[in-house]
């Protein structure tokens, strides 16, 4: 009787280690192709344990890479647009407004400067931003000098205000040269129809410019339009004065 009771112990002893081993083998088959999602939900206080915090040690790490731009800490832009989509459908209460971030004439400040020059803005430019805005955004980085940073909000006005704070932090952020950054913020639901008779605007290149890409302005009737056009590019065959 004791020796069935052993053998069993054994067997079920053994099924579990293979258990284990199993489910070791397939998370590092996903790492291998690149999926990072998942962590081993093995707890265990033995080797087999140890091994477990060890992998999910690295499945964390390489989740971080492929998430994060190395440089500025910032989301990537796919993992952006992943951690946006979430933060959207769970918060239904707010609005949601995405702040598009680039720094004037960035490439005439890498082949001037440097490039290492270019990086030590870029990394003052993202701390400012993060300073700026509370922990409900959420930051990414699209390469080059674009920044863009996904806000809920209630107020536009305390929006805009977060805005301009960080323009001027920004502006004043390096003593070899001044940096403007442009801000140009979003928050209506793309992809957008334009209504019939009405007239999409497009903002110009001040520092802060608010455009028909949120809905305090708004499309516009023909009516409205107090501008005169100079030159015409489109259509071809109105093209000139």
Request: aromatic share 10%; with cysteine.
């Amino acid at each position: 009787m004791s020796i069935l009771i052993i053998f069993f112990c054994i067997r079920m002893f053994t099924k579990k280690m293979v258990d284990h081993i199993n489910d070791i083998r397939n998370s590092i088959s996903n790492i291998s192709k690149g999926d990072y999602a998942k962590e081993l939900e093995i707890t265990s206080n033995d080797e087999i344990g140890m091994l477990v915090d060890d992998i999910n040690g690295i499945i964390r790490k390489l989740r971080y890479q492929a998430e994060h731009d190395m440089k500025t800490d910032y989301y990537n832009g796919s993992a952006f647009a992943n951690k946006v989509k979430r933060a959207v459908s769970k918060d239904k209460k707010s609005s949601h407004a995405i702040i598009r971030v680039d720094i004037d004439n960035f490439s005439f400040i890498n082949d001037i400067y440097d490039w290492s020059v270019g990086d030590e803005i870029l990394i003052k430019v993202a701390k400012i931003l993060k300073m700026s805005f509370d922990e409900t955004a959420i930051f990414g980085y699209l390469g080059n000098d674009i920044f863009v940073v996904y806000v809920p909000y209630t107020e536009i006005d305390v929006l805009i205000t977060r805005v301009l704070k960080a323009s001027g932090l920004i502006k004043s952020c390096e003593q070899r040269l001044q940096i403007v950054a442009h801000f140009g913020i979003c928050d209506i639901e793309l992809p957008y129809q334009v209504p019939e008779e009405s007239y999409f605007l497009m903002g110009d290149h001040r520092e802060t410019s608010v455009d028909s890409r949120h809905t305090s302005v708004g499309c516009v009737s023909e009516e409205q339009i107090v501008g005169k056009i100079v030159f015409r590019v489109w259509p071809l065959e109105k093209f000139g004065f």
